[in-house]
């Protein structure tokens, strides 16, 4: 039973369209991510959700927009998607945020951009 | 701003040796350190969950150190085996990642 999980896996799409990745966790934590892993493998967090609320946006754009219906799911979409958005996308959850738990990570969705 | 580096960002060792990454980070005003692996196509994985009061953590073969005075941790690993072969990252107050060293181990 996977903990983190994410759809789609795999997203080939063309440039200035808009897309959805969506994440949903069962572990009951309060607190979830999403991070971006770039062509050189370095994570950076984009978002953090604590219940429902947006705790951190780091200098993202403005074209993502997470969107958090419920605490066990956070969606991340894109708007008119630009070459450089190719990229991991990583969806995470830990219990409480700031406390230092164990963060949990999804299998990753692999955006191309064309 | 926080940052994080991870020094080798490769290491190819054989099967058997005991190793050391590293990690160092520049604010020492960390809640907790943690270290992950990540398999080629795989999402990361926890090993070690080091709060900003601890010293060390132990799981298995695995030791991570951590000494928020001079900003760096650790992660050994002993008696290395092939199936040990990822990319290691370790990260400040889960958010601020290093770039990760890619371990190979041979058999």
């Known amino acids: 039973d996977t903990a983190v999980s994410q759809t789609p896996k795999y997203l080939v799409t063309q440039m200035g369209n808009d897309k959805s990745i969506k994440c949903e966790q069962n572990?009951?934590?309060?607190?979830m991510y999403w991070y971006k892993q770039d062509s050189k493998k370095f994570l950076k967090i984009m978002f953090s959700?604590?219940?429902?609320?947006?705790?951190i946006n780091e200098t993202v754009p403005n074209r993502f927009s997470p969107k958090s219906p419920d605490k066990a799911h956070l969606n991340l979409h894109i708007n008119s998607l630009e070459l450089g958005d190719s990229a991991v996308y990583f969806c995470?959850?830990?219990?409480?945020?700031?406390?230092?738990?164990?963060?949990?990570f999804g299998e990753g969705s692999w955006l191309t951009v064309v | 701003k926080q940052e994080v580096t991870q020094i080798p960002a490769a290491l190819s060792v054989p099967e058997g040796e005991n190793l050391v990454l590293n990690c160092s980070f520049t604010d020492s005003a960390i809640y907790n350190l943690q270290w992950f692996r990540q398999d080629p196509g795989k999402g990361l994985t926890s090993l070690l969950l080091?709060?900003?009061?601890?010293r060390e953590q132990t799981s298995g073969r695995l030791n991570a150190s951590l000494d928020k005075s001079s900003g760096r941790s650790t992660l050994y690993i002993a008696a290395s085996q092939p199936g040990d072969s990822a990319t290691y990252l370790c990260a400040v107050n889960d958010m601020r990642f290093g770039a990760g060293t890619r371990l190979t181990v041979k058999p």
């Open positions: 080091i709060q900003s009061s601890q």
């Open positions: 572990l009951g934590h309060d607190t």
């Open positions: 995470a959850s830990s219990q409480v945020i700031t406390s230092g738990n164990t963060i949990y």
């Open positions: 959700y604590n219940n429902k609320e947006l705790i």
